[in-house]
């Protein structure tokens, strides 16, 4: 007798890369970053332990129309189009990065779980980061939140079909893309270090 075949239908996928010229701009970004944030804090009535630029405002900002961000930006541009070309979409759609914005997590502080809408591709690049810092967590969207499929059955070992998350630890330079529906979230960064990266929605 023939053993169950298992399939793979739908799929959920993210995608990774690294900039190997990271290192040359790496100051000049955290310098920027800093400055941004300088000029732009948190409304006195704020009482934030990370720093975030004004996504959530009626005009929300695009960090990349600024000329220190450009080698992220190209970096960006080169792995979209990359990443476009392995999912067979058509080359003809016009792909634009809507809106950009600033994350520092500095010590006690997340991100609670919330994924981007209805938006194609969002994406974070790793400006700063270390060994110690929180990670990345995808959660299973297969079924309603934190009731996702299987749930209430006992898991022997993981696997791609029955995890309920994963985490991602990303390097410095490294670029994080995935699908906008997703919900993730950064759990208490507990290091001295900052973690700095900037995110965005591709449409």
């Given at each position: 007798?023939?053993?169950i075949k298992i399939n793979s239908i739908f799929p959920t996928l993210y995608a990774s890369k690294v900039n190997p010229d990271h290192e040359k701009y790496k100051q000049s970004l955290i310098d920027f970053c800093h400055k941004y944030e300088r000029l732009n804090p948190h409304k006195e009535t704020e009482v934030h332990l990370n720093y975030y630029s004004n996504l959530l405002s009626?005009?929300?900002?695009n960090l990349f129309q600024y000329g220190e961000t450009k080698s992220i930006l190209d970096f960006i541009t080169q792995t979209l189009k990359e990443l476009n070309e392995e999912m067979k979409f058509t080359s003809p759609h016009r792909w634009d990065i809507t809106n950009a914005w600033l994350n520092i997590n500095r010590k006690y502080s997340m991100h609670s779980a919330h994924s981007h809408g209805h938006h194609v591709w969002s994406g974070i690049y790793y400006i700063k980061t270390?060994?110690?810092?929180?990670?990345?967590?995808?959660?299973n969207s297969l079924g309603e939140y934190r009731q996702h499929w299987p749930n209430g059955v006992e898991i022997k070992e993981a696997?791609?079909?029955n995890a309920g998350e994963i985490k991602i630890f990303p390097k410095e330079g490294e670029l994080i893309m995935f699908p906008s529906y997703l919900i993730h979230h950064v759990p208490q960064h507990m290091d001295e270090e900052e973690r700095i990266n900037i995110?965005?929605?591709?449409?």
């Amino acid at each position: 007798m023939d053993s169950i075949k298992i399939n793979s239908i739908f799929p959920t996928l993210y995608a990774s890369k690294v900039n190997p010229d990271h290192e040359k701009y790496k100051q000049s970004l955290i310098d920027f970053c800093h400055k941004y944030e300088r000029l732009n804090p948190h409304k006195e009535t704020e009482v934030h332990l990370n720093y975030y630029s004004n996504l959530l405002s009626n005009n929300p900002e695009n960090l990349f129309q600024y000329g220190e961000t450009k080698s992220i930006l190209d970096f960006i541009t080169q792995t979209l189009k990359e990443l476009n070309e392995e999912m067979k979409f058509t080359s003809p759609h016009r792909w634009d990065i809507t809106n950009a914005w600033l994350n520092i997590n500095r010590k006690y502080s997340m991100h609670s779980a919330h994924s981007h809408g209805h938006h194609v591709w969002s994406g974070i690049y790793y400006i700063k980061t270390s060994k110690n810092a929180a990670p990345l967590i995808f959660t299973n969207s297969l079924g309603e939140y934190r009731q996702h499929w299987p749930n209430g059955v006992e898991i022997k070992e993981a696997n791609d079909f029955n995890a309920g998350e994963i985490k991602i630890f990303p390097k410095e330079g490294e670029l994080i893309m995935f699908p906008s529906y997703l919900i993730h979230h950064v759990p208490q960064h507990m290091d001295e270090e900052e973690r700095i990266n900037i995110a965005f929605n591709v449409d």
